[in-house]
């Protein structure tokens, strides 16, 4: 919909059309338009309440035969509300985690993943101060440009004037180049060509490669590979309190994924049979951890008088949100789409679209 006042709130432009379908009007273009649209209820015939119990069973690991035999429902139709739920956990992952802050540490791990007739890898990050999922990527191999596919997403959610960023990651080398690469900015110098681009100051990298002998860890080398030691310790002091270069509570998360995601089990029985269904539970799965599953480190101590511990989920704990969220909540969470861009045409524009810019596009 090419709406001028799309992704308007509070502007005078919505307008009640029916109270009893409830359904609502746009006072610019005069189409209307249902109070689930933009949600993962929309145009769906069941009940929401049920919708959101089978969802939430599929983010917690509950095979779909097994909500099948007890609510009765058709196979394919589960599979679609979960694709549906979670293409919506996609967008809502955008437009509230997908903002730059101050991150702090970064850890990033990758995942083997079981697939019909081959294997792909899923990568994840995590921002370990607040235990929020930053993101994902789904690929066909571990190659660098699937390494900066997941650090492009990290980037999205860094903001440039942080204190300090630290990335904490095994030996996998293409992480390295991959960061060097991505957290570069423009330099304006007032010359002629092509700005350089140079590092974002305050960049720190740190390996922790697991040595094996015999399918067992025997050892853990601590790599130091961009900043100081001194440096890196500071980082690690002011973002988990104390410990040294780990990947921890990434992996902490994996196994959080694997509990809910079969397809991840090293020796199980499942696999996945589409990258897009794999990409969908991956999304519902960090969603539903980010704003629906309180995290028992990142309690705090209660008030006197009232509750000892007061429970955080990884968003409250981020400060995106105030309250732990239902799966309910999740997915009747309106995604304001984007704002509407004038039309691109030859000559000069109209009266009428320049009234639509100084009265929109502000």
Not at 85 to 100: D, F, M, Q, R, W
Not at 174 to 190: D, K, P, Q, T, W
Request: proline share 3%.
């Amino acid at each position: 919909m090419n709406c001028p006042a799309r992704g308007k709130l509070l502007e005078g432009n919505i307008s009640v059309h029916s109270l009893k379908e409830r359904r609502y009007k746009c006072c610019v273009c005069q189409k209307t338009f249902a109070e689930s649209s933009g949600t993962a209820f929309y145009r769906l015939r069941h009940s929401q309440e049920l919708v959101a119990e089978v969802v939430t069973l599929r983010s917690f690991g509950c095979p779909t035969q097994a909500i099948v035999a007890a609510f009765g429902l058709d196979e394919r139709t589960v599979s679609n509300w979960r694709d549906r739920a979670g293409l919506h956990c996609e967008s809502v992952h955008n437009k509230l985690i997908a903002t730059p802050r101050d991150l702090g540490q970064v850890q990033m791990d990758e995942l083997r993943v079981k697939q019909q007739g081959r294997i792909c890898w899923m990568a994840l990050a995590l921002m370990v101060s607040t235990r929020l999922w930053l993101g994902g990527v789904v690929g066909q191999s571990r190659d660098a440009t699937f390494i900066s596919s997941l650090v492009e997403k990290v980037r999205a959610c860094a903001s440039a004037l942080c204190l300090g960023l630290l990335f904490c990651t095994d030996g996998l080398k293409a992480y390295i180049c991959a960061i060097r690469l991505v957290f570069r900015e423009r330099v304006i110098s007032g010359k002629a060509g092509r700005p350089r681009l140079e590092m974002w100051k305050k960049i720190f990298i740190a390996q922790a490669v697991k040595q094996h002998e015999q399918g067992r860890v025997v050892g853990i080398q601590r790599r130091v590979i961009e900043g100081s030691a001194a440096e890196v310790e500071r980082m690690l002091e002011h973002t988990q309190g104390r410990g040294v270069i780990n990947t921890a509570f990434i992996e902490r998360l994996n196994a959080t994924f694997r509990q809910c995601l079969s397809a991840l089990v090293r020796r199980g029985r499942a696999i996945a049979r589409h990258s897009h269904t794999l990409e969908a539970g991956m999304h519902l799965v960090g969603t539903v951890y980010n704003f629906c599953t309180e995290h028992k480190s990142l309690r705090i101590a209660g008030l006197i008088g009232g509750h000892k511990w007061l429970e955080r989920t990884p968003a409250m704990a981020a400060g995106i949100t105030d309250h732990r969220w239902t799966v309910n909540e999740l997915l009747s969470f309106h995604v304001v789409p984007s704002p509407w861009t004038p039309p691109k045409r030859r000559g000069r524009p109209s009266l009428a679209t320049k009234l639509l810019i100084a009265r929109w596009c502000q």
